[in-house]
């Protein structure tokens, strides 16, 4: 299970919550029902119908991401484009035209969050692995020094996985036969 740290800034201290991916994207699917509930005139909402808005507005925004994904991949591209998105939302029963002519009977305060959101998803930093010049070691005549170094060596030594094993392979195909035989 992948979390998902939200930061939000209040006036006197910062608070950390952490959420699932999954639970984060219905928090914020709720907050953008409750929006379109007031930008349609209700002064009050019950639970269960922003509910079941946030989860039509879930899979709604799902179905496009399939669908413009799928046209993505029809053109052999791995990324959707605005095109892909707007053949999808064809395939939807919405055209270009209606979605540009709501998008601009918006006002800019219509589509504001009372905090800011991070970045969806939130990718974590990966691990800095220190390169040979970081680590001050002279790498091998055909490796570059800006590669990861070697992982010290205690990590890839061979050591017996129990006591009295037999390195030699030879050795270790006579002592079976010997095993069979006593057997």
């Given amino acids: 299970v992948s979390f998902l740290h939200v930061g939000l800034v209040n006036a006197s201290d910062e608070c950390v919550v952490v959420f699932e991916m999954a639970e984060f994207s219905r928090v914020i699917a709720r907050v953008v029902a409750g929006q379109i509930a007031e930008q349609a005139g209700y002064e009050a909402v019950q639970d269960s119908a ?31 484009n605005v095109t892909d998105v707007f053949l999808a939302l064809d395939d939807m029963g919405v055209s270009a035209e209606e979605l540009l002519a709501f998008s601009s009977s918006l006002s800019s305060e219509d589509n504001t969050f009372a905090h ?10 990966g691990r800095n692995v220190p390169t040979f010049e970081a680590k001050g070691e002279v790498p091998p005549p055909h490796i570059p020094a800006f590669l990861p170094a070697f992982p010290d060596k205690h990590t890839y030594i061979q050591t017996p996985s129990f006591a009295g094993h037999e390195q030699n392979p030879e050795k270790q195909t006579q002592a079976m036969q010997q095993q069979r035989r006593a057997a």
């Avoid at 079941?52 to 507005?57: H, K, T």
């Fill in 50 to 80: 922003v509910e079941i808005l946030s989860e039509l507005l879930i899979r709604y925004l799902s179905e496009l991401s399939v669908g413009s994904h799928a046209y993505a991949e029809a053109a052999n591209r791995t990324d959707a």
């Fill in 116 to 125: 800011a959101l991070p970045q969806y998803p939130v990718r974590r930093p």
